[in-house]
């Protein structure tokens, strides 16, 4: 009699929980939806005030839109991009003031579209961020 009350009580349990959770896990959810749209507006606000023949890293990109240690974010935001973009995203380089290897074309595409602005290579296939580098006003 003790088990059968105590798998009762266990669905019971169970199925006042489950709107509980389901609604807690749709919360955060939608907060974290609202909040990476945020991050990314300001990505994108700040990538598209790089000054033509002037370059910015990843993680200069994040500090300066408040995301300390998010160049991975900065990336992602640049990769999801859609084609045909007015957003100057090859201004956007590595810390090492490479272009960061990736599959396709985009590596030697923004090479191309760094040089015609001006930006100039090393023999490395780096940039003098001291040189090219942005450095806000703010």
Known sequence: ?????GRGRA???AARA???ASARESLPRTIRHAERDSQLQRIFALVDCIPRG???????IASEAGLARRARLVGR???ELPRGTRLPWHRVIAASGRISERPGAGPALQRRRLEREGVEFDARGRVDLERFG???RW
């Open 54 to 60: 002037r370059v910015a890293t990843y993680g200069q």
């Open 18 to 20: 489950a709107p509980i």
């Open 77 to 79: 935001a640049m990769r």
């Open 1 to 5: 009699m003790l088990r059968a009350r």
């Open 11 to 13: 669905r019971y349990d």
């Open 134 to 136: 942005w450095r806000p």
